[in-house]
């Protein structure tokens, strides 16, 4: 665009290091918060008590201390392994049923696809709330099993229409051919739309997958055995219940007076490096989809 | 659309027979969502109706004794119902008057930087808080915010008291929209870049020639491209103006913040899943969801009175 190599007023270059200014403080007060904490999780953890104000680095003598503690905990590995299978569960089957569902939804030959997402669209808006909720999950059996951690949320109404308006996007004359040839609307499911649908299967595998990370009310509602918790059930101990026993099994208490500390910062590092690491890489599906959402309202 | 003539008006039934005969498999595709949204959303709507009984788990529904408005009364005459009203309100309308134009303003000024990468950082870096979860961004406020934490430490260099911040209940509101704002800033300007990438670039180049500077260009141009995207935006907003999540509440409360801090859905979620009165919770719930309705429905009425968007 030529409109960029045109000359700059002063105005125009004012205007340009207010924003400058404005957005680079922006990304600090982002990014800050979780700097902090990875400078403290190393800390030496008496100096992090005796200190308040801002971090640049962690307090000498560094230390890994903290992480030790943290892994050594036994609460905190079976919830690490309870959020793996939530969030891999949760994903793939949440994905697949969606991804069908949504396809069958696109087919102007369903007889049925006005009133379905009659009804899908109505729970978006209006719920009967957790308490009945709660009812059916005991009545139907799953109460305090892995089951009701993930089936009450596993589709998202959400995540099915932003598929669909994918799907819908398909030209039809690829999918001509196939019928003539006799194929079933599985086999083009299978054949025709998994493999063009790459791109927005991503997006929908990203939200889901997000979504069971960061999932814990569940647990707090249908799964009183905290055997079944995901990892975010113990930080919330951890962080805000301030429940000893979830940090450390056996420390003295002296030390523990020290460590504990320590060993939250320690915590909240291990359970957001993971999707932190990750989310540079895969953040321009975030946008995508948001960008597919937005065009549907 | 389907004003053309029909040559045969076959009954419902037998149109739904020939159908699932010639596509079988759509039926079994659509199966498990369709008893997914049977079983979680709509045997729980069915199951409001324990709003207007006393609800006893042994009995269950069939047999649990009907009371009528009962609960609803409790609820209106109860002395937490103006107090769950006005801070539901305030935290919502906080929400909106803070959450809502930040996103906008940041989008059309980091829009108006003429520098590809630049731009490109900054979104990846203001997107990162909402990759957080939410326990960990409450779990940091909460360590943050006490007596010897980074964030009094910060504010009480301009006056605010070096103790708890969390315990005082003018603070908790304010606090509770920042940490909000702090995650979904970045997020919520998506869908505004999207539709400022939309912009037909000959636009601003027919208003250069015309002599409009960069402000006058985004008054004229770029504020009116994105203006439906932004009214859709509202409409949803203020749908929700009553409907708060009570996961980041329950987190952030305390016993000492109560009087500020406490909304329909945590005090719903205390009232029914700690002190185990179903019934009640449910009624208070069901009464807030109605709401809300009645709100989305009035916010596109006006939205499609005044403006040319509407959601539906």
Partial sequence: MDIMKRHKSVGDWIADIIIIAVMVALSLICVYPILFTLFASFSDAKALLNRTGLLFAPLQPYTVEGYRLAFSNVKLSTSIWNTVI?????????????????????????LLRGFIMKMITVTMFFSGGIIPLFIIVRGIGIYNTRWAFLLPWIISAYNLIIMRTFFESVPAALEEAAYLD???????FFRIYIPLSKAIIAVIVMYYGVGWWNSWYQSLVFQPDNKLWPLQMILRETLISND??????????????YTRELVKYCTVIIATVPILVIYPFVQKHFVKGAMIGAVKG | MSAQVKYRKEPFRLR????????????????????YFIIFHYLPMYGVVISFQDYHPVRGITKSPWVGLKHFNNFLNGPFFWRLLRNTLSINIGLLLVGFPLPIIFA?????????????????ITYMPHFVSSVVVCGLMV????????????????????????????????????????QELGWDSIIYFAALAGVDASLYEAAYVDGAGRWRQMWHITLPSILPTIVI???MRVGNLLSLGWDRIFLLYNDMVMETADVISTYVYRTGMVQMQYSFASAVGLMNSLVNVVLLIGANALSRKFTDSSLW
Avoid at chain 1, 98 to 109: C, D, I, P
Wanted: overall charge positive.
């Fill in chain 2, 233 to 235: 935006l509202l409409v």
């Fill in chain 2, 108 to 124: 059309l000024m980091l829009n108006e930087s003429r520098s590809g990468p630049f731009k490109k950082v900054v979104q990846t």
């Fill in chain 2, 143 to 182: 360590i943050f915010c006490r007596g010897d934490g980074i964030l009094t430490f910060i504010l009480s260099k301009f006056g605010m008291p070096q103790s708890n911040l969390l315990t005082y209940k003018q603070y908790f509101q304010p606090l509770y929209i920042a940490m909000n704002v702090w």
């Fill in chain 1, 86 to 110: 939530y969030v891999i569960g949760g994903t793939a089957l949440g994905t697949f049923i969606t991804g069908m569902a949504a396809f069958v939804l696109s087919r102007k030959s369903f």
């Fill in chain 1, 182 to 188: 006799g194929a079933t609307d599985l086999q083009i």
């Fill in chain 2, 16 to 35: 739904l027979v020939r159908n699932i005969r010639q596509h079988p498999w759509l039926y079994i595709m659509i199966l498990p969502a369709v008893a």
């Fill in chain 1, 244 to 257: 000893r026993s979830a940090t450390m099994d056996v420390t003295s208490m002296a030390e523990e007076s």
